[in-house]
C-alpha cells in the first residue's frame, strides 16, 4: 500500500480549503488555529508542495492544491460511505426481539433453531417484557440490567404483541388469534378430589395472572366460569395470583392448581403431556399476537428474513 500522511491533516487540509481560513477551520475541527496551520505546514512538507498561499489577508489555495481537492472530498466521502456500510452490515446482522413472556418461551424458543438453520447470519437478541401484552402503547426500549437497546437507532428491533393491532408509525403484520382454555396436570385432573365437570372446579385452586386477565379485558376466571355454565357455583375471584401467564403455568404444572391457558401456546404442552385441557370450553378474546416494527426499520434485510420466517410459522396455526 501507498504510505498516506495522517487522516487528521488531510482533514484540517479539506476543512481551510473549503473555508478558506485557518481559523474557521479550527473552529469546525475544534482545535487551535496553530494545531491547524502546525499540520497543514507538516502535511507541505511531506508533499514537497504548497497548498496555501499566505498573505496578511488570510490564504489562497495554490494550482496544486485546486488540482487535489476534488479527489480528495471524494475519497471522504468513499471511507464515509464504507464505514456507513459496517455499520449497516451489523444492523443486518443483529436483531432484538421483544416479546410477552410465555409467547417467547412457549412458541419461539422451540421454532428458533429452525430459524437459526435458515439464517445463520442473523444473531437473535431475545428479550421479554410484560408490556407486550397492551392496549396499544408501545415500548420502544427494553432494558436488561445496564444495557440499554434503542431500537430505532443501534439494532434493528422487532416486537410481538398481543393486543388489537393498532400501532402507529409501525408495519403491523397478525399471526393469529388465541383462545383461552382451562388446563392443569393430569395428576391433579385424576386425583382427589378429581376435575370431571367444572363444577368440580369449587373444590380446587384457582390460578390468576395479570396478563391473561388484560388479554380477555377483565376477570378471565369469571369469563371462562360463565362460558362453562358454573359462574354461580365457582368463585371467581378466590385462589392466588401471578404477574405472567408464564408464572401460573409453572405453577399448575406443579399441581398448585388450575389455570387458563392462550392456544396454540400451550399446545405442545398437551401433547407432551405435560398439562392436559380436560374441558372443551373457550373463551376466544377480540386480541391476537402481531408482529411490530417500526416503518424506518421494515424493509432492512434482517428484518424482512425474520417476518417473512414468523409469518411462515405462524401459518401452520391456521
Known amino acids: 500500500m501507498h504510505r498516506l500522511p495522517p487522516l487528521n491533516a488531510l482533514r484540517m487540509f479539506e476543512s481551510a480549503a473549503r473555508h478558506l481560513s485557518f481559523k474557521a477551520a479550527a473552529m469546525e475541527l475544534h482545535v487551535t488555529q496553530a494545531a491547524v496551520s502546525h499540520r497543514i505546514r507538516s502535511l507541505e512538507e511531506y508533499l514537497g508542495v504548497e497548498l496555501f498561499e ?83 402503547n408501545l415500548e420502544t426500549s427494553a432494558y436488561v440490567g445496564d444495557l440499554k437497546l434503542d431500537m430505532h437507532r443501534r439494532l434493528s428491533g422487532v416486537e410481538i404483541h398481543l393486543g388489537a393491532g393498532d400501532y402507529a408509525g409501525y408495519r403491523v403484520d397478525r399471526l393469529f388469534g388465541v383462545a383461552c382454555t382451562l388446563v392443569a396436570s393430569p395428576e391433579l385432573v385424576a386425583g382427589n378430589p378429581p376435575l370431571a365437570v367444572p363444577g ?59 389455570a387458563l391457558a392462550l392456544r396454540p401456546l400451550i399446545d405442545a404442552d398437551l401433547a407432551a403431556g405435560r398439562l392436559v385441557a380436560p374441558f372443551t370450553v373457550e373463551v376466544k378474546p377480540e386480541v391476537a399476537y402481531y408482529l411490530a416494527c417500526p416503518e424506518t426499520i421494515a424493509e432492512r434485510p434482517g428484518v424482512t428474513a425474520f417476518r417473512n420466517w414468523l409469518i411462515e410459522q405462524a401459518g401452520a396455526e391456521t
Open 200 to 258: 368440580d372446579l369449587a373444590r380446587h385452586v384457582l390460578l390468576h395472572d395479570d396478563a391473561m386477565d388484560l388479554s380477555v379485558g377483565g376477570n378471565a376466571w369469571a369469563m371462562w366460569l360463565e362460558a362453562a355454565g358454573v359462574a354461580a357455583h365457582v368463585d371467581a375471584s378466590r385462589g392466588p395470583r401471578f404477574s405472567s401467564n408464564i408464572l401460573s403455568l409453572e405453577a399448575a404444572g406443579q399441581k398448585l392448581g388450575i
Open 54 to 136: 499566505r498573505s496578511g489577508r488570510g490564504v489562497r489555495l495554490t494550482d496544486a492544491a485546486r488540482a487535489c481537492l476534488p479527489k480528495l472530498r471524494e475519497g471522504f466521502d468513499q471511507i464515509a460511505a464504507a464505514l456507513e456500510a459496517i455499520r449497516l452490515g451489523k444492523e443486518d446482522s443483529e436483531l432484538v426481539v421483544t416479546s410477552p413472556p410465555v409467547f417467547a418461551a412457549r412458541w419461539l424458543l422451540p421454532r428458533l433453531p429452525d430459524f437459526a438453520k435458515r439464517e445463520p447470519r442473523i444473531e437473535l437478541h431475545v428479550f421479554i417484557s410484560g408490556k407486550m401484552v397492551d392496549g396499544g
